[in-house]
């Protein structure tokens, strides 16, 4: 059976409901991450990938919102682990925490005068975009969400219509995916994803200041890149322009682990296919993610093998 936590508890997931009045229904007033559990076949066991960080993020986000939870970024983890057990799946996961505004009240009001929910839930989740096949992708004509607009290093729930939208032109035009830029022209990112580009030997991806989430799955590429390749990672502001002359491409995000883009505006990115360091980067990932890599083990979280039963 599947569970989900809500307001405290663990239940069945079809119980975890809420009313058409909820105010974040309504407003987008909520705060969610994206954590991916990733089963180890040989291990028989599943790591859930740098949990305490989406957990911190998460909090960071609630602070924005003014979402009070009662729980810390350990109770968090606590709960999520004892949630994925309970669950008992043998394959990779997806793991959905969301605060939101769950009080069932119809008006644009102040975020403290809001009463404040907490849901996690958990479900079977493969492949998000083609791992091996190199995505084609488009720059959008939606432009990416300004700082001063809502804030994007966080994930909060309203902002992500922006994506929508975006992926939505991108995928009736043909393409897999969209790239969205900043209001003056530079690249941000995907729809759900974080983007990095290969050029001369490093990789070069957008900076913080080019409105792009926080991401995790970034930060761990460009942890992996130094200590391992021994590439450098230079962040900075990228021209829409620069994108086409690049070696390679890839987009990193929770849901999209690493994933080659083989061309963008139907031109092509190097041959067009994942590029050799593209290759490199994902095969060490989706090693580390599985617990194989004894230097990273310190980002996974082995989850027990055996569920514990329902309460």
């Known amino acids: 059976m599947t569970y989900a936590f809500m307001n405290g508890e663990f239940m069945p997931l079809d119980q975890a409901k809420v009313g058409?009045?909820?105010?974040?229904?309504?407003?987008?007033?909520?705060?969610?991450?994206?954590?991916?559990?990733n089963w180890n076949e040989e291990q028989g066991k599943l790591y859930v990938f740098r949990l305490r960080e989406h957990c911190e993020r998460l909090l960071q986000g609630c602070k924005i919102m003014r979402i009070a939870i009662p729980y810390s970024a350990d109770d968090l983890c606590a709960i999520i682990l004892e949630l994925v057990e309970r669950c008992g799946y043998q394959q990779d996961?997806?793991?959905?925490?969301?605060?939101?505004?769950?009080?069932?009240?119809?008006?644009?009001?102040?975020?403290?005068?809001l009463s404040d929910s907490l849901c996690v839930l958990t479900?079977?989740?493969?492949?998000?975009?083609?791992?091996?096949g190199a995505a084609q992708c488009c720059t959008s004509s939606w432009r990416r969400m300004e700082d001063t607009m809502i804030p994007p290093r966080t994930k909060i729930g309203g902002?992500?219509?922006?994506?929508?939208?975006?992926?939505?032109?991108?995928?009736l035009a043909g393409f897999d995916e969209a790239i969205l830029l900043t209001q003056d022209g530079f690249v941000s990112e995907g729809t759900g994803e974080n983007i990095f580009t290969v050029l001369d030997g490093k990789l070069v991806t957008p900076a913080l200041s080019s409105n792009i989430l926080s991401g995790i799955t970034?930060?761990?590429?460009i942890q992996i890149a130094a200590n391992e390749l021994g590439l450098e990672t230079v962040e900075r502001g990228i021209r829409r322009s620069e994108l086409y002359n690049m070696d390679e491409c890839f987009l990193t995000g929770t849901a999209a682990h690493l994933t080659p883009v083989g061309s963008i505006d139907n031109i092509m990115i190097g041959d067009g296919s994942m590029g050799p360091v593209t290759r490199q980067m994902q095969n060490l990932y989706f090693d580390v993610i599985r617990g194989k890599v004894p230097r990273y083990l310190h980002w996974c979280s082995p989850v027990g093998a055996t569920a514990k039963a329902a309460s």
Request: charged residues 25%; aromatic residues 10%.
């Open 123 to 132: 479900i079977p989740f493969g492949a998000y975009l083609d791992p091996e």
């Open 93 to 113: 996961i997806y793991i959905r925490p969301l605060a939101f505004k769950g009080e069932e009240r119809i008006a644009v009001l102040k975020l403290q005068d």
């Open 20 to 37: 058409v009045m909820t105010h974040a229904l309504h407003y987008g007033t909520s705060v969610f991450e994206g954590i991916r559990g």
């Open 218 to 221: 970034r930060d761990a590429v």
């Open 159 to 171: 902002l992500y219509v922006n994506s929508i939208l975006a992926k939505t032109e991108a995928t």
